[in-house]
């Protein structure tokens, strides 16, 4: 017989539940974060390897072979990237001239209008810089230390995502051996987290690269140069959900605003990636990758904030789809499913209202 427990008891557990999470998420990181970034590229690469063994290649093999192609696939697009970043970083003279007629039109439309002598706002200007200087040894401090811990993430990548893959079989009889009695629900739970993780990975491949296609197309009819580096860029941070569009769009803006002599043609920019947003927010990632980790818009920003605040930018690639998986796992034990639900997108609801109006 099940004993209810009052709610305030149950309450207080699901609060410090939560505050411990959050405590383990926020000082483990060091580890977490190559963990779940080893994780979701071991289950992308899970069904290429499947398939070399299907084909006469060891598992061994098999594993090292999509590795290797996945780095392939990678030192491509990076390479043709840098090209165009290559050719941008040429350009930077003629930027140096740009903005210092821009400073000097600038300077005489204050001057103009709010009466304030160069002088004066030379003198503003180096107040803003003296405190921009006192902070920025906290901020060169910041970003080594981030910069260290991404070359540490990515020298540690390849051997994690080899051993996830190499002994994923043993995890499995792991958890069966652990919790006796429940292995079919075991299997269905991990059966649906890698389908759900799969298939978000992939739709975020898919929607990256029509991203890039459209934003290429775009960018190429406004007559922007660099056409390839600014609309990749841009589709890549679209995986930020949200804010990714905007931040990825800015450096087009920007390039436009600098080389070019009418601001038809940033406006233009600007309304190429709003035209993308709307697809993207409306059609593209709906259809896509919407049916895959199925988490309504209000606590994907959530997860975003606190992912953002955790983790940084890692969090806030990562939580989103974590949201997902645990959704997937609430909705396999009963006694979680309102929480599931919780996190459920409009169709869950929708579906919820249809029983009740047929009862």
């Not at 090292?64 to 165009?84: A, D, E």
């Not at 990548?157 to 429940?182: E, I």
Request: with cysteine; aromatic share 12%.
């Amino acid at each position: 017989m099940n004993k209810a427990y009052p709610f305030w008891l149950k309450g207080t557990t699901i609060l410090f539940g939560i505050t411990l999470v959050f405590v383990f998420l926020s000082y483990g990181k060091f580890i977490l974060m190559p963990l779940a970034f080893s994780a979701l590229i071991a289950m992308l690469l899970q069904p290429i390897s499947s398939w070399l063994q299907r084909h006469k290649f060891n598992r061994i093999m098999a594993i090292l072979t999509s590795m290797v192609l996945l780095t392939i696939v990678l030192g491509g697009i990076i390479s043709l990237l840098s090209l165009q970043l290559v050719q941008f970083a040429d350009r930077l003279p003629e930027a140096n001239q740009k903005i210092q007629a821009i400073s000097s039109d600038l300077i005489n439309f204050f001057e103009a209008q709010f009466n304030l002598s160069p002088n004066r706002q030379v003198e503003f200007l180096e107040r803003g810089l003296e405190t921009m200087v006192d902070k920025s040894g906290q901020y060169i401090s910041t970003v080594l230390g981030a910069t260290t811990s991404v070359f540490t993430t990515v020298s540690l990548l390849p051997f994690f995502v080899f051993f996830m893959m190499y002994y994923k079989k043993m995890y499995r009889t792991f958890l069966h051996k652990a919790v006796v009695g429940k292995n079919k629900e075991i299997d269905t739970v991990i059966d649906t987290i890698q389908s759900v993780t799969q298939n978000y990975i992939i739709g975020m491949m898919i929607v990256i690269t029509i991203l890039a296609i459209l934003n290429a197309i775009g960018l190429w009819i406004v007559g922007i140069k660099h056409t390839l580096f600014f609309a990749v860029f841009a589709a890549v941070l679209a995986v930020i959900p949200y804010i990714g569009i905007i931040i990825g769009s800015l450096p087009a803006i920007i390039f436009a605003l600098l080389f070019t002599e009418s601001l038809i043609t940033p406006l233009a920019v600007i309304g190429v990636f709003a035209a993308v947003q709307f697809l993207e927010g409306n059609f593209i990632t709906p259809n896509i990758v919407g049916s895959s980790v199925s988490v309504n818009p209000f606590m994907a920003l959530i997860a975003l904030i606190i992912g953002g605040n955790l983790w940084g930018i890692s969090g806030m690639i990562l939580f989103v789809p974590f949201l997902g998986i645990l959704k997937c796992v609430f909705n396999q034990v009963e006694a979680l499913k309102p929480y599931g639900y919780l996190l459920g997108d409009r169709h869950d609801y929708q579906a919820v209202l249809a029983d009740v109006e047929d009862s």
